[in-house]
């Protein structure tokens, strides 16, 4: 459907660089060195079993831990904790449960001191485009879980970071919900372009969302396999090419799986 | 439940049986008055009339007590002595308040801190409040001051502890969301923190606010010259029975509307959470 991606020809700059970077808690491993370009306003999916370390590292890269040893470097500048630049959407929602909709939305904008108007302005264009208008004065726990979800990405958004950092954000999500917020995901990203890393353990989600898939390996969590995605979008989760990549990262993953033991 | 889903079995709407269930608790409540008054009531009559168990000076009827208020109120005793105590209960509870939310957060908000207070703070919480009563007294001797350090004393381990907690337990994720959307740590606290503790705060606050007419009337049997506890114990020196159960049922009534009040704003505070809207 859109084939701006493809017919760039400049080769895209690098957003994320993550650079050695490797994290141990107590002197066990739990992320070994890491060398990894992201490019501009790609869409990467880290994928892998729990015990794997992709949670880790997008904390890295969100800023929330340091990593033990190497760096992560966004815009070729070394991340130092969190910043505004960059968006985070929690498997938890993590929303404010004492703020409406709205005002959870507009929490970006207070916290860098825009005049209430504004605020007011941004929080509800965003509650627009992720299709909540109505629903702003509701309380989160009003709200049902693809709601809360919604409205966690539009807080994340309103920000106008250039980054957007996900983890496992459909995870506790029913399986329509998670597909109807997957599409709804790609449609945001055409229109509001960041450079989005989203981890999940889900094989078909990571093929129906991303350009490039980061499959990890387990004990030590590492970087296992890096596959791009060629298919265009809209994508069909049913089409040949769809459930042959499917076929071939399963394989993969199945092998870390079975590193871990018992299932 | 089970009689709930056999209802709507028989075609009843989910609504009306909640409107049945709401109007027969309210009915089972008012019950629960009428029949308290009742058997005093039957007690104090029939033990009076019939049996003579014991000296009906020891149980008065309810409307004893009633008139009893009534004379109290014209003379203007009462007034004065519910003044009396609600206006030490609310200093030193204020003064608690105070106190107990600023060290609370402090020591919420910093291991070192709280590793320095904790111990002591577990030492004397054991300790009923009233067994520092007659120090008390020595120390701040008989008048305003000691009541108000008392109660103030009491009403400050709850709102402490509560408070501890509600500050260190605020859910990690939160505090990383509101990181990620800019927020200093100063925005966290004030942002962040201080609205999640604030559930807990509230409750500390609630308790400390029983437990703040809870020990007055001690404080005040001991001694004082006016205040609802002195009421009751002046009137046991004068053996005047109807009095004292005045004096308590006045500090019932009192305690039950501020409890109501205070759950008032508590609802209006956290109307964000589901089971506060009930």
Redesign the interface.
Known sequence: MDGSMHTVSAPARTKIRIAGAAKSYNGKVALDRVDLQLAENSFTCLLGPSGCGKSTLLNMI???VPPSTGQILIDAEAVA????D???V?Q?Y???????ALANVE??P???RKPAAERRATAQHYLELVGLAGHAAK????LSGGMKQRVAIA??LA?NPSVL?MDEPFGALDAQTREVLQEELLRIWEQERKTVVFVTHSISEAIFLADRIVVMATQPGSIKDVIDVPLLHPRDRSGPDFVAMERRIKQLVREEVQKLGVM | MTAITEQWAAGESAERVENREKRTALLLRAASLLLFFAIWYAVAILNAKVFKFFNPLLLPSPHTVLFAGIEMVRTGELQRDILASLSRVVQGFLLAALVGVAVGTAVGRSRRLEYLVEPTVELLRPIPPLAFLPMMVLWFGIGETSKVAFIAYAAFFPIFTTTVEGIKYV?P??I?????????ER?IFR??VL??A?PNIITGLRIGFGLSFFVIVAAEFIAADSGLGFLINDARTFFLVANMLLGAAVIGAIGFIFNTLLRRLEARL?????DARG
């Open positions: 969100a800023g929330f904790g969190a910043s505004a960059r968006g985070v929690f938890e993590a929303l404010f449960p004492w703020r409406t929490f970006g207070l916290m860098r309380f989160p726990s009003e807080r994340a920000n950092l | 859910d994720v939160l990383r969301a509101a990181a990620s959307l800019g927020a200093s925005d942002y962040v609205p999640a604030l956290l109307r964000w959470r589901k």
